[in-house]
């Protein structure tokens, strides 16, 4: 006979995974590739692969190029679930501008640029660049990291619907 099981989280559990991911946004916002590093688990599985070294160049590519988000301003930062082949894992969606306060005019409003919801295009205007990652946690660390490719922001329709 085959029987399921479920593995539920306890309190500790739940609040070293809250914090770990406060911290990854933080220094994901801050652009602090070194640190950023340390919150991954070395037998960890990112971008599918388990190699260590490809999130290393991954981060360096996207934090410190010119072409990455290193002349860029976080302006928001939304939180969500994936909904596809790994549901349930959350999402953060990170939202970069090219913010010049100096050659900014009213048609280039950058506070439009907060009301915008998780999976909401980028505003070309604004020159947004937008990140969103699927993360799930072991052993207090960040053990998988890979792009959502459907994802939402809340499970309320799933909770009603169940």
Same mark, same amino acid.
Do not use: W
């Given at each position: 006979?085959?029987?399921? *099981?479920?593995?539920?989280?306890?309190?500790?559990?739940?609040?070293?995974?809250? %914090?770990?991911?406060?911290?990854? &946004?933080?220094? $994901? *916002?801050?652009?602090?590739?070194? =640190?950023?590093?340390?919150? $991954?688990? /070395?037998?960890? !599985?990112?971008?599918?692969? /388990?190699?260590?070294?490809?999130?290393?160049?991954? $981060?360096?590519?996207?934090? #410190? *190029?010119?072409?990455?988000? +290193?002349?860029?301003?976080?302006?928001? &930062? #939304?939180?969500?679930? +994936?909904?596809?082949? %790994? /549901?349930?894992?959350? &999402?953060? @969606?990170?939202?970069?501008?090219?913010?010049?306060?100096?050659?900014?005019?009213?048609?280039? =409003?950058?506070?439009?640029?907060? *009301?915008?919801?998780?999976?909401?295009?980028?505003? @070309? =205007?604004? %020159? @947004?660049?937008?990140? !969103?990652f699927s993360l799930t946690f072991k052993d207090g %660390?960040?053990?998988?990291?890979?792009? /959502?490719?459907?994802?939402?922001? =809340?499970?309320?329709?799933?909770?009603? +619907? #169940?």
């Open positions: 006979m085959y029987q399921v *099981t479920i593995n539920r989280l306890t309190r500790e559990e739940v609040e070293t995974n809250t %914090k770990l991911l406060i911290e990854f &946004v933080a220094l $994901f *916002t801050a652009k602090n590739h070194q =640190d950023l590093l340390k919150l $991954f688990h /070395p037998k960890g !599985r990112f971008f599918n692969i /388990p190699a260590r070294a490809t999130l290393d160049g991954y $981060f360096f590519e996207v934090l #410190n *190029t010119r072409y990455g988000v +290193s002349q860029h301003f976080c302006m928001h &930062v #939304n939180h969500g679930f +994936s909904m596809d082949h %790994k /549901p349930g894992e959350h &999402v953060v @969606e990170f939202r970069f501008m090219d913010f010049n306060p100096f050659t900014m005019g009213p048609e280039n =409003d950058p506070n439009k640029n907060l *009301t915008r919801a998780l999976g909401e295009p980028g505003d @070309e =205007d604004l %020159k @947004e660049m937008i990140y !969103r %660390k960040i053990f998988t990291l890979r792009h /959502p490719k459907r994802f939402t922001a =809340d499970l309320e329709y799933f909770n009603l +619907s #169940n």
